[in-house]
């Protein structure tokens, strides 16, 4: 299970952080929104997600204009740190209140989700129509991406991942 996710965690990781990895970082300038924004960035791309998780939640207290941005990764950290279920919630206040690119990344996001909590569930012998409605959660969020933007699927492992979700829902 995790060997295939992990090309949809880094192709989905490069498209949150590519905004902002040429950025530079200045580990000695912590004070401030911007300070402490690039600690919790940092902390995310070094695969440190308990921090890069405390220091969003701080960060979202101050976020103003930047809210949905800070939810975001904030929603990716917790994905990253197999934490689906915020990470799926999270996601999806993001991708009911924003429009575009922020729309399709946190639907990326909750769409992945949603499924490693289906996958998780089907694991365990359930195969109910709460597994049912988070594989066709997920498979709504994944069309949704692909069909608007396929450049945030470069490797293809969204639309892989689609396909697996049909044969799941097939095999309930």
């Not at 401030?32 to 070094?46: H, M, S, T, W």
């Not at 689906?84 to 996601?91: C, G, N, S, T, V």
Request: proline residues 3%.
């Amino acid at each position: 299970m995790r060997a295939r996710s992990s090309i949809a965690w880094t192709v989905l990781g490069a498209a949150l952080l590519l905004p902002t990895a040429c950025q530079e970082f200045e580990p000695s300038k912590h004070d401030g929104f911007k300070g402490k924004y690039q600690v919790a960035r940092l902390a995310l791309e070094e695969g440190r997600y308990a921090r890069a998780i405390r220091s969003y939640q701080s960060l979202l207290k101050q976020a103003g204009p930047f809210a949905p941005r800070v939810r975001l990764e904030y929603a990716h950290s917790l994905l990253r740190d197999n934490r689906f279920e915020e990470a799926a919630r999270e996601a999806r206040v993001i991708a009911q209140t924003q429009n575009g690119d922020a729309r399709l990344a946190a639907l990326a996001v909750q769409g992945t989700a949603d499924h490693e909590l289906a996958r998780t569930a089907m694991a365990a012998g359930q195969r109910d129509n709460a597994v049912r409605s988070r594989l066709q959660s997920a498979r709504g969020a994944f069309d949704e991406v692909l069909k608007k933007r396929k450049v945030f699927d470069p490797l293809g492992s969204l639309a892989d991942r689609r396909q697996i979700i049909d044969k799941e829902l097939k095999s309930l």
